[in-house]
C-alpha cells in the first residue's frame, strides 16, 4: 500500500505564495502518477493538476495554469505545489492523491486560506 502525507498549508494574503508537500511511503514504486485536487467549502473536490510519478509533462487545469506548479523529488519520494499569485478563491482544503494500480489513494489534506 501507499500512505500520502500533505504539509504547507496554511494563511497567506491575495497574491502571496505557498508551497505544498506530498510525501508518499509504502510501495511507492507502484505509483503512476501524482494528483492535486481542492475542495472548497461548500463546493466539489475540483481536480487541480497532475505529475506522471516517472517523470513527463505535468497538467493543470485552466484556472491555476501559469500560477501553479507540480514538481517533484522522487528521491525523497515527495511531489510538490508549488502557487503563486494566490486568490481569495483557491482558498480550499488541498488534497494529494496518487493513482494506484487501479486505486487512487488519498492524502488526509491540508488547508490552505487566501485572505483578501
Known amino acids: 500500500q501507499v500512505q500520502l502525507v500533505e504539509s504547507g498549508g496554511g494563511l497567506v494574503q491575495a497574491g502571496g505564495s505557498l508551497r505544498l508537500s506530498c510525501a508518499a511511503s509504502g510501495r511507492t514504486g507502484s505509483i503512476y502518477a501524482m494528483n492535486w485536487f481542492r475542495q472548497a467549502p461548500g463546493k466539489e473536490r475540483e481536480f487541480v493538476g497532475r505529475?506522471?510519478?516517472?517523470?513527463?509533462?505535468?497538467y493543470y487545469t485552466d484556472s491555476v495554469k501559469g500560477r501553479f506548479t507540480i514538481s517533484r523529488d522522487i528521491a525523497k519520494n515527495t511531489v510538490y505545489l508549488q502557487m503563486n499569485s494566490l486568490k481569495p478563491e483557491d482558498t480550499a482544503v488541498y488534497y494529494c492523491?496518487?493513482?494506484?494500480?487501479?486505486?487512487?489513494?488519498w492524502g488526509q489534506g491540508t488547508q490552505v486560506t487566501v485572505s483578501s
Open positions: 492523491a496518487a493513482v494506484y494500480g487501479p486505486n487512487l489513494v
Open positions: 505529475v506522471p510519478w516517472s517523470g513527463g509533462s505535468t
